[in-house]
């Protein structure tokens, strides 16, 4: 509530009027209401833009490589060819040789499973051509069947059909490379050899030309792969019609 001004007295007869003082304003910056940030608002604001801005770049990357880290290779080191048991040495074509491959497995950073592991599931088709011939990628490369339980052996990197549909199937997402399939298989790949042939050897993914070793090419979604010891052949395909579902 308002305080009431009192009315002065009237002056008395006779004498002169006092003069009433008028109110003096105070000097300096004005009051406010309720207490604020003052100067150091802006301030404040920017540090705290700053920190987000941080966080958002920080989270970013992270988003969008769908995962908090690298992914880790099933295999960190090269394939030791001279020492996986049962390796084929003979002229193309070269059967599927799952009865000797639990004996390298564990060399080339795989596993026997009794399932198909189905977390991470991914396909890629390999087309394989020695001196400009075809060669069959045959069926059941990577399966088998326990004489004791006469139950399936599995192991991640495998074929069902004679197409060169490579099927990668997992329990845990890693990068596993086409040396492992070729290491399931028996069959030595580096960059001058596949199987018991020596020379020049090729290879594109997707039609186009990959210049490094074929045996560390990570296995990824959909990949066509051309793979060619000696003379490649006169098309190179970049795609195939991979099957519904797939």
């Avoid at 958002?56 to 992270?62: E, K, M, N, T």
């Avoid at 390298?104 to 950073?109: D, E, H, K, P, Q």
């Avoid at 390999?126 to 059941?140: A, M, S």
């Avoid at 490579?166 to 028996?186: P, R, T």
């Amino acid at each position: 509530m308002a305080k009431k001004v009192r009315t002065p007295k009237p002056p008395r007869s006779g004498q002169a009027p006092r003069a009433v003082q008028a109110p003096q304003r105070r000097s300096g910056p004005a009051r406010t209401s309720r207490p604020g940030l003052g100067g150091n608002a802006k301030w404040w604001l920017l540090g705290l833009l700053g920190v987000v801005l941080v966080a958002v770049g920080i989270a970013l990357p992270v988003a969008l490589s769908g995962g908090s880290g690298k992914t880790k290779d099933a295999l960190p080191g090269r394939i030791p060819w001279g020492k996986l048991p049962g390796l084929q040495t003979g002229p193309v074509p070269w059967p599927a040789n799952s009865s000797t491959m639990t004996g390298r497995l564990s060399l080339i950073g795989l596993n026997p499973l009794g399932a198909e592991a189905l977390a991470f599931h991914i396909h890629q088709h390999l087309d394989l051509y020695v001196d400009g011939k075809k060669v069959t990628v045959p069926r059941f490369v990577g399966i088998d069947v326990n004489p004791a339980t006469n139950q399936p052996i599995f192991t991640e990197i495998h074929t069902h059909d004679s197409t060169g549909l490579i099927h990668v199937e997992s329990a845990d997402q890693l990068n596993y490379k086409l040396g492992q399939f070729f290491g399931v298989w028996g069959v030595k790949l580096t960059p001058t050899a596949v199987g018991k042939y020596r020379g020049r050897v090729s290879m594109w993914v997707n039609g186009k030309r990959y210049l490094g070793n074929p045996a560390k090419l990570v296995l990824k979604s959909h990949q066509e792969i051309v793979l060619a010891e000696g003379k490649p052949p006169a098309d190179i395909p970049s795609s195939y019609d991979f099957p519904a579902n797939t």
